[in-house]
């Protein structure tokens, strides 16, 4: 059934009209929202407001890595008990925070800010891919160190994945890519059978964990 | 699985407290909407943030009905083609919606503001009841004129329209309230036995639309 849309308030249109231009937040989702900010004291709605406009306008990006910062160098690149000769090439910030939320990942970071997309106009050149050539060709024997390359497994990821291999290449560094299969606890019943495949071609040695 | 919370920057984690603040959202979807918001140009974030300090801050509400207002009357109000001798009572703004969105009803309304809730701790002066009763008092001939109790069929809904029933009865206005029972469409199967019961008791006489 269509939402007849009438509007008592011009005010409430137009907030009603920006919640609604966040993704995945539909016009009666964002009406429910808008009327409740319209509930709260005055006070903590100026706190929810400012609380963006300071995100948007002071936030900073690591120099170095281009994660989210409040520094000119985040805290992850700061870290000297890192590994700083492991650089993992992801797409966003989120893909940093979930990484680190495993709490297996000691090295460190580099953040494209998106995925090369030529359905999408995003190329090489309006990601950070020229600031990683640098990094790597900056390390100290580069031989020796490593990118991982933790990038979607569809084509604008795989895509990605392959110009920044052709980047790098020449330095020597090694290059390696997520392990993908099923995943843990996953039923072999519902797995989609690209997955399955290429987790029989890419199987491992069992071994017992200690 | 819990999510592991490490944040990059302060005000990034500010943002994401707040936006989750609101009802229905949580850390993550908050985190995806920051994520969002900071990729936006700076001036669409402003005019998003504008939007809602502007709703909070210069929103009025109808001097006669209580419904969210631009002007010092409600177009409903201020519209005399309107039966102004029928006031639907309803709990709130979005109520008012709804039942104009129907474009079945021609009377003006009276917003509560809530709902009677001793465990909310709301209670009738809290709402606009007084206000109704005093408006119900001015009506020319109120025996002629009606009261419908929109309200919802839970305990407080009930509470609060047996209340207001009281306080408006003596001057003689007919009060009814929204017919309840199946859903048009509905299937008996499905239906629960307290809705199924009740619509059984007040079952119609049948007649055929024309």
Redesign the interface.
């Known amino acids: 059934m269509p ?10 249109q ?2 009603v ?3 609604s ?4 937040v539909g016009r009666r ?1 964002a ?8 509930r ?1 004291p ?1 006070e ?17 990006y690591c120099r170095r890595c281009r ?4 520094e000119d160098i ?3 690149c700061a870290d000297h008990t890192r590994d700083h000769r492991t650089i993992c090439v992801v797409e ?3 893909d ?2 979930s990484i ?2 495993t ?1 297996q990942y000691h090295g460190v970071y580099h953040v494209l800010g998106g995925i090369i997309s030529p359905i999408a106009g995003v190329g090489p050149s309006d990601l950070t891919i020229r600031e990683l050539s640098e990094r790597v060709k900056a390390l100290e024997n580069p031989a020796s160190a490593e990118v991982i390359l933790a990038l979607s497994g569809d084509v604008e990821g795989e895509t990605t994945a392959f110009y920044i291999y052709r980047q790098v290449e020449a330095t020597g560094v090694k290059v390696t890519s997520l392990a993908r299969g099923l995943g843990f606890g996953d039923d072999l019943e519902y797995a989609d059978s690209l997955t399955l495949g290429r987790s029989i071609q890419n199987r491992q040695v069992f071994k017992i964990d200690t």
Chains 1, 2 share one sequence.
């Open positions: 939402y007849k849309e009438t509007y008592p308030s011009k005010l409430l137009e907030a009209d920006s919640i231009s966040l993704p995945g989702s009406l429910r929202l808008a009327l409740h900010l319209l709260q005055q903590n709605v100026h706190h929810f407001t400012a609380a963006i406009n300071a995100l948007r306008d002071d936030v900073c994660m989210i910062s409040d985040c805290s992850i966003s910030v989120r940093v925070m680190e939320a709490g």
